[in-house]
């Protein structure tokens, strides 16, 4: 009988799990973002063109990478972030998979230019398809740039998939706001076809949350801050009177990092509950902090969803956060529901 059984080539096997990481222009902006971030950059350049289709590129004044490390970070599983599988659990940085690099390298054309703070030369390289096409030493600004070029240009049915530029814009937009809101200490500016979209200086959390969500936010956030020796909650909330009947300024950060939770934000609108109208949605802008042991980051390849070893007790804790915040504040519900 005839073995059938072979393995994928690289390049292959790269472009299927990029499948996982890298869905849309915006999934390489968050990676490359998060990236800068963790390479503990303090300015950071977002530029675009069309939309990420044709370009996404993230300039850093991070710690930079050597020559052989500016190569080894196109391989899958490559990381300097963990080493074993118990620091999965002590995670303080927003990568850990190792894998943003080797799929974005597999689905679209890379030029990457990096120095080490301290080093006379950096080195540049350019990698399609998972090859390196050329890499050489050469003169470039402390840091990182990393530019994505023709996304999925050597996979014509996920191209095709794309979705308008208004669209993705707005996809990439949005991961923006969730990296720059994290972390407002940092200096963010982000240009899409040579226009200035945003510029964010540092500065604190309300000055980052007024640049981002707008002017007549400041004179109406509620400040949030409650700890126990499990957790910390801190951030703001929006006065109810901001509430507004479309949904988007709700942003929910655990350890840094923007995550989706219908369950702590239910635990929002409860504490909310009869101060706004019911079809209507607050801003909160939470951060909630707690030991790395008691969350599972790792339960989706876009570390979207995690998992809290103790869901209710969180919710608990939110929720009166969020009460404490408003009555303190004396908020009352003032809102007539007739009109
Ligand atoms: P992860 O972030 O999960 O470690 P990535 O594929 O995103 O995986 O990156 C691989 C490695 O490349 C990182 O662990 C890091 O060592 C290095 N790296 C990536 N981006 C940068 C950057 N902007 N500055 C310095 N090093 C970087
Ligand atoms: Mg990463």
Not at 84 to 107: H, K, N
Not at 125 to 133: A, C, G, P, T, Y
Not at 227 to 235: E, Q, R
Not at 239 to 264: C, H, M, W
């Amino acid at each position: 009988m005839a073995d059938i059984i072979n393995l994928l080539p690289d390049n292959i096997a790269n472009q299927i799990a990029a499948g996982e990481v890298i869905q849309r222009p915006a999934s390489a902006v968050k990676e490359l973002l998060e990236n800068a971030v963790d390479a503990g950059a303090t300015e950071i350049q977002l530029i675009i063109r069309d939309a990420g289709k044709e370009l996404v590129q993230v300039i850093d004044n991070g710690e930079g990478m050597s020559e052989t490390d500016a190569r080894m970070c196109f391989e899958r599983h490559a990381t300097s972030k963990i080493k074993t599988i118990d620091d999965l659990f002590e995670i303080r940085t927003m990568g850990f998979r190792g894998e943003a690099l080797a799929s974005i390298a597999a689905v679209a054309q890379v030029e990457l230019k990096t120095r080490q703070r301290g080093e006379a030369l950096g080195s540049y390289i350019e990698i399609d398809n998972s090859v390196v096409r050329r890499q050489e030493p050469c003169q470039t600004a402390e840091g990182t740039s990393f530019a994505m070029k023709n996304l999925f240009f050597n996979v014509p049915a996920r191209r095709n998939f794309l979705k308008s530029n208004a669209a993705e814009m707005r996809h990439i937009v949005d991961e923006f706001i969730r990296v720059a809101m994290a972390f407002p200490q940092l200096q963010f500016s982000f240009t899409s076809n040579g226009q200035q979209v945003f510029y964010l200086e540092k500065g604190s959390l309300k000055q980052r949350v007024v640049a981002i969500l707008g002017q007549h936010y400041n004179a109406r956030l509620v400040a949030v801050k409650e700890s126990t020796d499990y957790l910390n909650v801190h951030g703001f909330v929006g006065k109810p009177e901001t509430a507004k009947k479309t949904r988007g300024d709700q942003f929910f950060f655990v350890n840094n990092r923007f995550i989706k939770s219908p369950y702590l934000h239910h635990a929002i609108m409860s504490a909310f509950a009869e101060m706004i109208p019911a079809d209507s949605f607050p801003l909160y802008v939470l951060f909630i902090d707690l030991d790395p042991a008691h969350v599972d980051i790792n339960v989706h390849p876009t570390k979207q969803e995690i998992k809290f070893d103790d869901e209710k007790i969180l919710y608990a804790f939110v929720q009166s956060a969020v009460k404490h915040a408003l009555a303190q504040f004396n908020v009352t519900p003032t809102l007539d529901f007739s009109l």
